[in-house]
């Protein structure tokens, strides 16, 4: 069972091999093993097919803690809640077919219908592509969109039967490998398709916290870096000061950075806890898009504020302060944290104008 303690303890072994993860495009090999062992994979399995099925403020936390060690690696465990709870929504009563057979099994998928379908005898023939899939090379599974006939469904596929193409050459988030999974003529049985469902407004809560969960916890992860550096003997170039301490101005610097990483995460289980809230209204208030928005930003601004700091030798590539940069900076402008498309949902909201 998933604790405090063996989530920890996976960060540890997740921030080992951050540096392996970004160079090789994808979690290494041992993140993976520790995503699986400390049970981060099953935090959306159903409790009846062995797995955890936390609440949403405990994943957040949970990915945020990763986060703050690989930012990348957080993420693709945030992509496999998403795709475990979608699977999950689709098949709540598995009869011929059982997708969490493994609870700790890896999924991946996209909630975006990205193929059209025809109807053979037993099941379905997929065709199509479905970009920006994180950790499709790892997955077991994929559960992706797609019309059927006109109807928006859900086919669970295994990745046995699909093709990476790889497609995900980002300054950014560049361990998710988020590459783009083609289906040619594959067959899928009846049994592993159904209507797509889990797209409430706790569900879709559920899977902004997903993407921002990584991104403040890397802003974190940098913030332990700068903390670090104010309790070094390294002191502000081309002054008299003989530590980072001594200077106003970097004091000054800190607490604001300190502030935004804090105000992120504050904003981020305000959120959680509305989504987890068993009034059902709870969770569609239309604030919390802008809430998301503006947490994302806190935590962009933050680790800008922290180069700031740093300085130039903050973005030598041997530095773990320029990772964090950029995957905040690419993470923090996923569609679920989008600013300006929150600013035109609320006031759509205001006006009772519908888009």
């Known amino acids: 069972m998933i604790d405090d303690a063996t989530v920890h303890e996976a960060a540890a072994v997740l921030r080992a091999h951050a540096d392996k993860t970004e160079q090789d495009l994808r979690p ?3 993140s993976l093993d520790a995503l699986r062992r400390s049970g981060i994979l099953a935090l959306r399995t159903p409790r009846e097919r062995g797995g955890n099925w936390s609440d949403v403020r405990t994943i957040t936390r949970y990915l945020a803690e990763l986060g703050r ?3 990348a690696t957080a ?3 945030g992509t ?3 795709a475990k ?3 999950a929504a689709s098949f709540p009563e598995p009869d011929a077919f059982d997708p969490f057979a493994d609870p700790d099994a890896l999924f991946c998928g996209s909630g975006m219908p990205g193929a059209q379908a025809e109807r053979v005898s037993g099941g379905i023939r997929l065709n199509g592509r479905w970009p920006n899939v994180s950790g499709c090379r790892d997955a077991a599974w994929a559960g992706v969109a797609v019309m059927v006939e006109g109807a928006f469904s859900f086919a669970v596929v295994p990745l046995d039967d699909l093709v990476v193409e790889p497609t995900w050459r980002m300054a950014g988030m560049r361990g998710t490998g988020s590459h783009t999974l083609v289906a040619e003529d594959v067959p899928v049985p009846s049994a592993r398709v159904a209507p ?9 809560l559920l899977y902004a ?3 921002l969960g990584p991104v403040v916890g890397a802003a974190r992860g940098a913030l332990d870096r700068i903390e670090a550096m104010f309790d070094s003997p390294r002191k502000p170039h081309m002054t008299s000061y003989t530590r980072m301490g001594e200077s106003p101005g970097a004091r000054h610097w800190l607490a604001e950075a300190t502030h935004l990483v804090g105000r992120a995460e504050n904003t981020m289980f305000s959120i959680a806890r509305a989504a987890d809230s068993p009034d059902p209204t709870a969770a569609a208030d239309s604030r919390f898009r802008m809430d998301l928005a503006d947490a994302a930003r806190d935590a962009r601004s933050a680790v800008e504020r922290m180069l700031d700091l740093h300085g130039a030798s903050g973005f030598d590539t041997g530095n773990e302060l320029q990772r964090f940069w950029r ?6 402008r996923h569609p679920h944290l989008n600013p300006y498309l929150a600013v035109e949902g609320f006031g759509s909201a205001l006006t009772a104008v519908t888009t």
């Open 28 to 30: 290494a090999a041992e």
């Open 327 to 332: 995957d905040v900076a690419v993470g923090s």
């Open 209 to 211: 916290l997903t993407t």
């Open 196 to 204: 797509m469902s889990g797209f409430g407004a706790a569900d879709q």
């Open 85 to 87: 709870n979608l699977v």
């Open 80 to 82: 496999c809640v998403t």
């Open 75 to 77: 993420w693709v465990a």
């Open 69 to 71: 060690a690989c930012p």
